[in-house]
């Protein structure tokens, strides 16, 4: 066991077992972990490829515009830039791809607004709505609406972007957007997040239809929100129509898509791990957060025999010796999704779960990684916390979880790592399918969805891993993915003209 595990396991006092903040764990993360400047790592991790003095300029024109127009963006710069750090093979073999990669970090188009609305003491209250519709070269803006108190048009551009490869790497006919609000649903009634949602979509409707943009859920948006969204896009549009993806069941609603992103997650990295000979059976796996995707990767990692041993919240991480079993899972479930409670709670119902308050997971020992919460929630110290533990893989449930730094880290020690926008991609793979079943006006089985997100994950992973190996880049998934993901829309764009 790690020392610092040890260590601070010996702090946890057995009346209370909540762990007070202590500072062998880093504690819960905030936006600052992002570097407010794009640094130029770009040719770090492919040096053996030059570029011609003219396509150098090129690049560095990029950059340089890149960073002048998006300025004061930390999140959309790191998400550019850890992109940007693997082009080198592509921009080296053929420089076009330099103007289109110049064109896809550009928003099609923007939209911020004001959404009014009245709380329960007939207070009127004002948040800032967002969508930001970032490529349609393969097909209608796709990609989830984010509620959260750090929302601003950086977080909001930093996923419509990763939205783009991600989409691309689906194999379905999907563009990419991204929308939110820095609206926070902690604390407020289900009256409250309805009148939000209600005004929410009064203003988003002009902008987004079936074959136009396709929203769909991310933190802090799930059924409940879904509902309220579509109720009030249906009245406005005077349709019913697959304009949101999501849906419950019982109204258009595809089979597992709750359950994609966690379980896609899980394939993912399951071929990972079948392509270096190993498995899942009695792993020990450390995974962040306790919402949808944190909760359906539990419940896969469960399926194939792992041993999950942590989540978590806002407020601090449990840790479970001897693994959170299925009906701790469904009593989790039952806090998050019904209740709406903190995660410490989880102590009622394990006398051997232990609570940390303020810290994250990454120092438990355990062989896998399953960062499932939030952007920059694994940084520099963090990641060497995972290597000095000997963690053997990192698989992201989020999107850009790991820093830039933490990515290096990763690859220097040697360790798989699955990046969000192939190993999260199970969720908008399923959306896709979902709007095919709602033009059919059909719903398939369970059986059927599952497979099908099962084939596309092996997809994903086999063409990530082709594009590396082609690009003389050995296994680097990450970089195959970002290539393969580039190269589809890229393509397009050119087809298309210049648009
Ligand atoms: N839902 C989906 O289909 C997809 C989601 N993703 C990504 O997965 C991640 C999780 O999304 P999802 O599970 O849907 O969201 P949920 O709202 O269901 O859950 C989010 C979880 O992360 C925690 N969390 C959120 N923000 C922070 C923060 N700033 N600090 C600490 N903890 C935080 C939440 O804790 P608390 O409750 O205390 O806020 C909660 O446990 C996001 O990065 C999202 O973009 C990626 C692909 C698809
Ligand atoms: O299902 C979708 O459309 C989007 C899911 C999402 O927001 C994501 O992949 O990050």
């Known amino acids: 066991m790690n020392l610092y595990f040890r260590k601070s396991s010996a702090l946890i006092n057995a009346a209370s077992r909540s762990a007070s903040a202590s500072t062998l764990f880093a504690k819960t993360f905030s936006a600052k972990t992002f570097s407010p400047v794009l640094t130029r790592l770009y040719s770090k991790n492919s040096s053996k490829y030059t570029l011609s003095p003219d396509s150098q300029l090129l690049l560095d024109n990029l950059v340089e515009t890149l960073h002048t127009r998006n300025a004061g963006q930390p999140e959309f710069l790191e998400a550019v830039n850890e992109v940007l750090d693997t082009m080198m093979p592509v921009f080296a073999k053929d420089s ?6 110049d064109r896809i970090v550009e928003p099609e188009r923007q939209i911020i607004f004001r959404v009014p ?4 003491k007939g207070i009127s209250r004002v948040n800032r709505g967002f969508r930001v519709q970032m490529s349609s070269a393969l097909g209608p803006y796709k990609g989830g609406i984010r509620f959260h108190p750090t929302v601003n048009l950086s977080v909001i551009k930093f996923l419509a972007f990763e939205q783009v490869f991600k989409n691309s ?8 957007g991204k929308g939110g609000s820095d609206f926070d649903p902690k604390g407020k009634s289900d009256g409250e997040v309805m009148r939000f949602c209600q005004s929410f979509m009064t203003e988003l409707y002009r902008y987004i239809g079936p074959d136009t943009d396709v929203p769909a859920g991310d933190i802090n948006v799930g059924a409940r929100e879904i509902g309220f969204l579509f109720g009030q896009y249906k009245r406005l549009a005077n349709a019913f129509n697959g304009v949101l993806t999501g849906k419950d069941l019982r109204w258009g609603g595809s089979m597992i898509r709750p ?15 079948n392509y270096k000979k190993t498995d899942f059976t009695g792993k020990k796996c450390i995974v962040s957060g306790s919402g949808n995707v944190a909760q359906y990767t539990v419940e896969k990692l469960l399926d194939f025999g792992a041993v999950p041993v942590t989540m978590s919240d806002s407020s601090g991480f449990i840790y479970e010796p001897t693994g959170i079993t299925r009906e701790g899972l469904a009593y989790i479930m039952e806090l998050k999704n019904v209740d709406r409670g903190r995660l410490n709670d989880y102590l009622n119902f394990s006398k051997s779960a232990q609570f940390f308050e303020n810290q994250k997971p990454w120092g438990v020992p355990g062989d896998y990684a399953f960062p499932s919460a939030t952007q920059g929630e694994i940084d520099q110290a963090d990641a060497q916390n995972l290597v000095a533990n000997n963690v053997k893989g990192v698989f992201e449930g989020a999107n850009m979880p790991s820093t830039h730094g933490a990515i290096e880290i990763y690859k220097q020690a040697g360790l798989m790592f699955g990046p969000g926008k192939a190993a999260n991609a199970g969720g908008v793979a399923v959306s896709g399918l979902e709007m095919a079943q709602n033009s059919q006006r059909q719903q398939w089985p369970r059986e059927v969805v599952e497979e099908k997100l099962s084939s596309i994950m092996k997809e994903i992973f086999d063409m990530s891993l082709s594009a590396a190996q082609k690009y003389d880049m050995g296994d680097d998934v990450q970089i195959g993915a970002n290539i393969a993901g580039f190269l589809k829309v890229a393509d397009a764009m050119e087809q298309q003209g210049c648009v």
Not at 96 to 101: A, L, P, R, T, V
Not at 117 to 120: A, Y
């Open 96 to 101: 076009k791809y330099i103007e289109i990669f």
């Open 117 to 120: 609305w009245v709380d329960d």
């Open 169 to 176: 790497l689906t194999t379905l006919m999907m563009g990419a």
């Open 259 to 273: 359950e994609a992103t966690g379980y896609g997650c899980v394939y993912f990295a399951k071929n990972y791990l």
